[in-house]
């Protein structure tokens, strides 16, 4: 389940449908993969689902995990060991998106 987001529109985005203009090519892709994440309730069911679209960062994000939503864009977010999602974001790949 997801707990926390970064950002006040991306929570918008998947609570309320609020439309994001900047990555309309990708919101049903990206609200997608945000219902699995909050769905989920473990970390084995979230491998599951993405398989290879999963990673667990390294080096100084090792703390992090992320979702591809496509070539450019992922999902992160901090795995809780209570199995819930914190801190979750959308970023383009080694940035952070502008919503």
Known sequence: MILKFQRKKLHDFFFKRLTLPKIKHIA???LNKLKVLHRE???LGLKNFFRDDLEEMKGNLKEW???KVNDQ???IFKWGQDNHAYEVDLTKHYQ???L
């Open 73 to 75: 864009y992922r999902i």
């Open 41 to 43: 309730r473990s970390w």
């Open 65 to 67: 995990c992320s979702i």
């Open 96 to 98: 952070k998106a502008n």
């Open 28 to 30: 049903k892709r990206l």
